[in-house]
């Protein structure tokens, strides 16, 4: 089922004294989300993400625009004619239930044409409890499951009805690191299985990378950028969007523009052209720097993290805005060779792969185009 969003928009009143603007949680969106696709709802916390879900499932009423889910508006329905599953962060399982019971529930409230006989339930559940891989826990109660169990507790109870669209407020964030990356790809698996439209919200970007379809990034209320995963990584269209995606996240620096030339400091780190002489911010990627003894680029070395495959320089340079510099070269380099003592305070030289580098207007942070020479 694809959902459409026209103008929608989210107004709170103001609780603050001093301040009496509304809060625009929610700023004219306007997209439509594919049929059976995953799609994550980006951003930090506060910036309108369970807002956006609760206009979809239609537990809030949007102060402005429309939501159709195919062809049909569904902006003044109840949250249960909608055929929406829901799964929030705490889990939320009735406690005094058995596993069997907390799933069998949404098929127990049924009614009129739609109603089952205790069979077709008992098949449903069982179905959707395989489908989470919890068949064998359907009599306990909640509080006898971990975290992970009762979560996919959860999703099966949203998903014995066959939602059409299915919603997932942080489910995994009350998950171990370990449990959530297991968890997380178990979520993939079932939406690709079962093909059901899914808008997933976290505030985690790593999670809606590895795992969306398409990613929605939205900041203060206001849609940032829509796109596959790679594409947005790629191709940030500013500087909150590239600094957002990617760990360890991008490097940014003060950078001037002058005669076909990019500078950082007195460095010539690339040349360039299509753009007019001016400074700018600068964003170099982590795996956009490469170790060169004549590199063109310039830093201070404070030493080197080993990550397994990977080393990480850590350095310095005076037009950093942030305190370090993080670069990461495969491990097959030897730095001691790259740079002259290799020892901390020494200089380490990089050249920069120019599609691994952005430049952003200084004043409204959109990202410049380049052409590299
Ligand atoms: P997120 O889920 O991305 O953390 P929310 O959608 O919960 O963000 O909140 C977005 C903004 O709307 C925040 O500024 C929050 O304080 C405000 N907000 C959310 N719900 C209400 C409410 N019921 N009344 C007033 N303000 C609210
Ligand atoms: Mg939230």
Same mark, same amino acid.
């Given at each position: ?16 004294? %001093? ?18 696709? +995953? ?19 239609? +537990? ?6 429309? @939501? ?7 902006? *003044? ?25 907390? @799933? ?10 739609? %109603? ?13 409890? $395989? ?9 306990? %109660? ?70 969306? *379809? ?28 590239? $600094? ?26 690339? $040349? ?37 495959? *990977? ?41 920069? @792969? ?20």
């Amino acid at each position: 089922m694809e959902v459409t969003l026209k103008n929608l928009t989210k107004r709170f009143p103001s609780r603050d004294k %001093k301040n009496h603007d509304d809060v625009i949680a929610v700023n004219n969106f306007d997209f439509e989300i594919p049929d059976g696709k +995953l799609i994550g709802l980006l951003g930090p916390s506060g910036c309108g993400k369970s807002t956006v879900l609760n206009l979809i499932s239609g +537990l809030l009423k949007p102060t402005d625009g429309r @939501i159709f889910f195919g062809e049909d508006d569904v902006t *003044d329905l109840p949250p249960e004619n909608r055929g929406i599953g829901l799964v929030f962060q705490n889990y939320a399982l009735y406690p005094h239930l058995t596993v069997k019971q907390n @799933i069998l529930f949404p098929l127990e409230n049924l009614k009129g044409k739609d %109603k089952l006989t205790k069979d077709q339930m008992l098949e449903k559940a069982s179905e959707a409890a $395989k489908l989470v891989q919890i068949d064998e826990l359907m009599d306990r %109660k909640p509080r006898e499951l971990s975290g992970g169990q009762q979560q996919r507790v959860a999703i099966a109870r949203a998903l014995v009805k066959m939602p059409k669209v299915l919603l997932l407020d942080e489910p995994l964030s009350n998950l171990d690191a370990r449990l959530r990356i297991q968890t997380r790809e178990e979520i993939r698996r079932i939406q690709r299985e079962t093909e059901v439209t899914t808008i997933f919200v976290t505030h985690d970007q790593e999670e809606a990378m590895s795992i969306s *379809d398409m990613i929605v990034v939205m900041k203060d209320g206001i849609v940032q950028q829509i796109g596959k995963p790679q594409d947005v990584y790629d191709s940030p269209t500013n500087l909150f969007v590239a $600094k957002f995606l990617g760990t360890p996240p991008i490097n940014v620096f003060d950078g001037q523009v002058r005669d076909n030339r990019l500078y950082i400091g007195d460095d010539t780190v690339l $040349k360039i052209s299509g753009v007019p002489d001016k400074t700018v911010f600068v964003g170099i990627r982590p795996e956009g720097f490469i170790l060169s003894k004549e590199g063109a680029f310039g830093c201070r070395l404070n030493g080197v993290e080993v990550m397994g495959r *990977d080393i990480s320089v850590v350095s310095t340079n005076e037009a950093s805005l942030n305190p370090t510099v993080r670069s990461i070269i495969g491990a097959e380099n030897k730095l001691s060779a790259q740079t002259d003592h290799a020892s901390e305070g020494s200089v380490v030289r990089f050249n920069l @792969i120019p599609r691994k580098v952005f430049l952003f207007d200084k004043e409204t942070e959109e990202r410049i185009d380049f052409e590299e020479c």
